[in-house]
């Protein structure tokens, strides 16, 4: 036994130094008391360096270890990749946060909350027992809920913290009563065990389903689809900008990662060839990828749709992550390789131009202290280049060319056409056109009308460097995305133990 836990633990060293430097974090509130408030900043870059460079020494590596809990597959490297970089930015974003100064006494506390919730991030993209997914999707909601009301003086993080906290533990709830379901229908936890469990016995198909929707209740709350995305903006707009920046990134790609995963493993008809012949094979004579489908298009339409009447940018942002949450759904319907390939591409656009969009919004904040997009008039004089990139960020979003969004969006739409969802893929492209009019409106305000206050303001060299480093890949990506595209395709080609 202690042979085969220490075998097992080698392959979760990432994980393992990230939780020491979570201690090693919160431990700077005394050691660093007067020294440099940045030091548990550094103390967390270290900690993602470290976690990346174990991270890289997993590339290929396909094992099942603590007794089936855990999978370490290219599946889970790819998103385990997403979550160190977003975790890097984030960071770095922190440090230049004006909204922040106010709990600087704070940090240590701060950061080491972006480090456990990238933990349970990386615990979700491998999770393969359904306990071991609820603990993983309960560590990074505390920490969600801890991040979101951290700046105490503002009085909506605190409502915004309260709401969180409420949803989450009524989708909490429901998913861990969906868990007990399938637990007393099949006996089993362990998501192998669990498929062949299905593919043997005589399970009441109403009460499976009733199961399943009741998983997806809590995974759609994790992912913001609609009708369980009513917390998002107001967390969003509550929030520190840098916490809703890393909450729309990272907390959305964990759990479609435990999505596709749990029905990827879960009910996929092994003895299927090719494979993708067999998915949702569980569902025979019920339409189960129509209803996925409707999720998609409600989740797109009721996001992009709320976004056109909205004021605050935070808030703007909110609703365009939730009709993106859609977009990412429409590959999830077929559940093919190439549609499941698409979504990772898409994942790797949207870290680019929702995290560029974000870090402008704070820029502006830290200078102008307003979020309100009516207050960017101008901003195309006063900041030009912040205005440029904040317009190729917000291009990104809406997948016009020559932005790597667009490549995302392509690809999710191939995807669509080639499994014949053809009206789903039209839905999609609609949804875009919908989604323009209010990125838009943000650009017209920097650009074509005139400021009242016409005093031009600059930021400083690092502030530049980082807009350009996030829009110098929105761009050349759309040139050359070859290695993104075969890196998706690698990783789902060698999903799981398959």
């Known amino acids: ?55 890289f ?25 997403i ?18 100064e106010a709990i600087s006494t704070k940090y ?61 533990a009524f989708s909490s709830g429901l998913m861990l009563y969906g868990i007990s379901l399938l637990y007393g229908l099949t006996g089993e936890t362990n998501l192998y065990a669990f498929n062949q469990a299905l593919a043997i016995g005589s399970i009441p198909r109403v009460t499976i389903l009733i199961a399943i929707v009741l998983m997806l209740v809590g995974l759609g709350y994790k992912i913001s689809a609609v ?30 990662a435990m999505l596709i995963r ?45 976004a056109l009447w909205q004021t605050n940018m935070k808030r703007l942002l909110a609703y365009s992550s939730i009709a993106h949450a859609g977009y990412i759904l429409m590959g999830f319907v077929t559940l093919t390789d190439q549609g499941i390939s698409a979504m990772l591409i898409y994942f790797v656009a949207y870290l680019l131009m929702n ?19 009516d207050d960017y008039k101008g901003l195309g004089y006063r900041s030009p280049y912040a205005a440029f990139a904040l317009t190729v960020f917000l291009f990104s979003l809406t997948g016009i060319p020559p932005t790597f969004g667009f490549i995302g969006k392509f690809y999710l739409f191939s995807a669509l056409i080639n499994s014949h969802y053809v009206w789903l893929a039209i839905v ?34 690092g502030s530049n460097l980082m807009m350009t480093l996030l829009v110098v890949p929105n761009i050349a990506l759309m040139l050359y995305f070859s290695p993104i595209l075969n890196w998706a395709q690698y990783s789902v080609t060698m999903f799981g133990l398959r």
């Open 1 to 55: 036994m202690a042979q085969t836990i220490y075998q097992s633990f080698v392959y979760v060293l990432p994980e393992t130094v990230l939780s020491i430097f979570f201690v090693l974090t919160l431990l700077t509130a005394i050691v660093g008391k007067r020294r440099s408030k940045y030091l548990p900043a550094f103390m967390a870059l270290l900690g993602f360096v470290l976690a990346g460079v174990f991270v």
């Open 57 to 81: 020494r997993q590339i290929g590596v396909s094992e099942l270890v603590f007794s089936g809990m855990y999978v370490v597959d290219p599946f889970s490297w790819f998103f385990k990749v």
């Open 83 to 100: 979550f160190l970089v977003t975790g890097i930015l984030i960071v770095v974003f922190s440090m230049q946060s004006r909204e922040l």
């Open 108 to 168: 240590s506390e701060y950061f080491s909350l972006i480090i456990s919730l990238t933990i349970g991030a990386f615990f979700m993209a491998g999770s393969s027992n359904l306990l071991m997914m609820y603990l993983s999707l309960e560590l990074v909601s505390i920490s969600s809920y801890i991040l979101a009301g951290f700046t105490k003086e503002n009085a909506r993080a605190d409502e915004a913290a309260l709401k969180y906290v409420i949803y989450g």
């Open 227 to 256: 009708p369980f995305h009513f917390w998002t903006p107001d967390v969003y707009e509550g929030a520190p900008i840098t916490v809703t920046a890393f909450l729309s990134v990272t907390s959305k790609a964990a759990g479609f």
């Open 262 to 306: 749990f029905f990827k493993i879960g009910f996929i008809d092994v003895s299927a060839q090719p494979i993708a012949a067999g998915m949702w094979d569980i569902f025979k004579g019920f339409n189960w990828t129509d209803i996925i489908a409707v999720l998609s298009v409600l989740t797109m339409t009721v996001g992009n749709l709320v």
């Open 355 to 373: 995290l560029g969009a974000f870090y402008v919004v704070m820029l502006v904040a830290n200078k102008y202290h307003t979020e309100n997009i």
């Open 428 to 461: 999609g492209v609609l949804n875009s056109v919908i989604s323009l009019y209010y990125y838009v409106k943000v650009v017209r305000n920097m650009y074509l009308v005139q400021p009242t206050d016409t005093s031009r303001v600059e930021f400083d060299f």
